[in-house]
């Protein structure tokens, strides 16, 4: 079946550590995206990539950071330089096709300082 | 840019009771509108879209929405819902069809009781 796998499903950071979670996907599509989500304040945007080797910052990209090599995977990584980075990150991605318009969402990963 | 406003972050109700979640957008272009679900420490599972036609949209699990341009919104009902609709909602919307970005709410929190 297709779909978007997050890992790790749990990740413990320490203070000044650089941490990276994946995201891969294998249902062909040309769009990817990282959100972090906190109680309350819905999803925001934190970078996106609308082709292989292209990325776009979105509205909280300070602190973190993105690659993408290669169509299947967009890595994020959560630098020392994101001062609260305790939050839930979501990935998801999306077609150009009309048909199947929208997002499909990873299961997520829940990141905690300690 | 395009936007949406939940207009209930929290929503109780009783089981078999029905419900309806609120949700307005904000563009100045066509828009696409999505409706996600998503339960405790999980990822967000597509309800329902509208991209054009019918202004009445059905979903999964018994959810459908009504598209109102007039009144820019794009509310979500459920005739009777279960013990297993409690989860949180997000309403979502982008610019069509070039603007693959979604912006989404802020969310509603659904608690149905027995």
């Known amino acids: 079946d297709g779909g978007i796998t997050q890992s790790p499903k749990y990740l413990f950071r320490k203070e000044g550590q650089n941490v990276t979670l994946s995201c891969e996907q294998n249902l062909n599509h040309d769009a990817m995206y990282w959100y972090r989500q906190d109680p309350g304040q819905g999803l925001r945007l934190i970078y996106y990539s609308q082709i292989v080797n292209d990325f776009q910052k979105g509205d909280i990209a300070e602190g973190y950071s993105v690659s993408r090599e290669k169509k299947e995977s967009f890595p994020l990584t959560v630098t020392s330089a994101q001062k609260n980075p305790t939050a839930f990150y979501l990935c998801?991605?999306?077609?150009?096709?009309?048909?199947?318009?929208?997002?499909?969402f990873g299961s997520g990963t829940r990141l905690t300082v300690v | 840019a395009q936007s949406v406003t939940q207009l209930d972050s929290q929503v109780p109700v009783f089981e078999e009771a029905p419900v309806e979640l609120r949700c307005n957008y904000s563009s100045s272009v066509s828009v696409y509108l999505f409706w996600y679900v998503q339960y405790p420490n999980q990822g967000l599972q597509l309800l329902l879209k509208y991209l054009s036609g019918s202004t009445l949209v059905k979903g999964i699990n018994g959810f459908e929405a009504e598209f109102n341009k007039s009144q820019t919104s794009f509310h979500l009902r459920k005739p009777s819902v279960h013990i297993s609709d409690t989860a949180e909602y997000f309403c979502?919307?982008?610019?069509?069809?070039?603007?693959?970005?979604?912006?989404f709410g802020a969310g509603t929190t659904v608690t149905v009781r027995a």
């Open positions: 998801a991605s999306s077609s150009r096709d009309s048909e199947s318009y929208g997002y499909t």
């Open positions: 979502a919307v982008s610019g069509a069809p070039n603007d693959y970005k979604l912006s």
